[in-house]
């Protein structure tokens, strides 16, 4: 996650789906990783009809949007911001949605990263606007009651491979944490191998592409032969911080952040700068490094 981007988008969605929700837990339910109005969402918004997108955004009560500049109770004012944007020609939008929950039937919650491609001086450039949206069911129509997003900004191409549909139960609730350290120890002795601590959650997209480099056909063997992979939800930057702790990982300086122990629990090496936290900075070359360093001795 480049920590600037990130963390006040997602505090802002876990803030809304708590009002929402009356205090449920967010992670509680999981379900399909694609909702169908999100897709008309989409066309409505690839159409470029100001009218189409805004019947999307509830009026009463009105959409409370958060934007860089501030916060809304205008339903208008996110239906002016994207027909601005497709009157650019916007074209090969894809709506990854990296978290999906959906505390009871009439309330879904999505953190998504919509990309799309617009034309500039002649030429299509890419570009990305980071949202979280919660929809509630009104009736027979799904409205958006409540919006976060960040501006558009130039898409800068990741130099690890990105998945083109991120997995949206990458990170398990928080609670199982515990559990899932002491199964993946419990293997590595058995095996010899070391466990890799990923900490992170599914609403942060470097963590999804750093899957993606562990899954991929050059990266893949090394970890399968090496590593036990733990992903530690943290919540919104407020959860399993005792374990990131013990195990000396500072996530506030991004995510995600690796810790490799060995079989018997010890730690072997934590990150302390966020080497990690974006998929910008590093490629496929840092991530066999550091493989390859903290891998543990041949037998």
């Known amino acids: ?10 505090a802002v969605l876990f803030a809304a789906i708590a009002l929402v929700a009356s205090g449920r837990q967010s992670s509680s339910v999981r379900g399909p990783a694609s909702f169908e109005p999100l897709a008309e969402w989409k066309a409505a918004l690839i159409s470029g009809d100001r009218s189409a997108i805004a019947r999307f955004y509830s009026a009463n009560p009105p959409t409370q949007t958060k934007t860089p500049t501030g916060t809304s ?33 009439t309330e879904v919650s999505l953190v998504l990263r919509i990309e799309f491609t617009l ?7 890419p570009f990305v606007v980071d949202a979280a949206q919660v929809w509630l069911k009104e009736g027979s129509d799904w409205k958006i009651a409540m919006t976060d997003r960040s501006d558009l900004a130039a898409r800068v191409a990741e130099r690890l491979p990105e998945p083109a549909t991120p997995d949206v139960d990458l990170y ?23 466990v890799l601590l990923v900490f992170g959650g599914n609403w942060c997209y470097d963590c999804h592409v750093l899957n993606a480099a562990f899954h991929s056909s050059k990266i893949a063997p090394l970890v399968n ?5 733990v992903h530690i939800n943290i919540g919104n930057m407020d959860t399993n911080l005792d374990i990131a702790q013990k195990y000396q990982v500072p996530i506030n300086k991004g995510v995600p952040a690796l810790a490799v122990l060995n079989a018997d629990g010890s730690l072997v090496y934590s990150q302390e700068h966020g080497e990690f936290e974006s998929s910008v900075k590093i490629g496929p070359a840092d991530v066999v490094a550091f493989l390859e360093k903290w891998k543990p001795a041949a037998r």
Do not use: T
Not at 73 to 102: C, M, N, T, Y
Not at 119 to 125: F, N, T, V, Y
Not at 172 to 194: F, G, M, N, T, V
């Open 119 to 125: 034309e500039d001086q002649g030429a299509r450039k």
């Open 225 to 229: 032969a090496n590593y036990h992979v």
């Open 172 to 194: 398990p609730p928080p609670a199982e944490a515990p559990a899932e350290i002491q199964s993946a120890l419990a293997a590595a002795k058995r095996d010899h191998k070391r």
């Open 1 to 10: 996650m480049r920590f600037w981007r990130g963390f006040a988008l997602c």
């Open 73 to 105: 109770e205008d339903p208008s004012v996110e239906p002016a911001f994207w027909s601005a944007i497709a009157a650019h020609g916007v074209g090969d939008v894809h709506a990854k949605i990296l978290e999906i929950q959906r505390p009871n039937p």
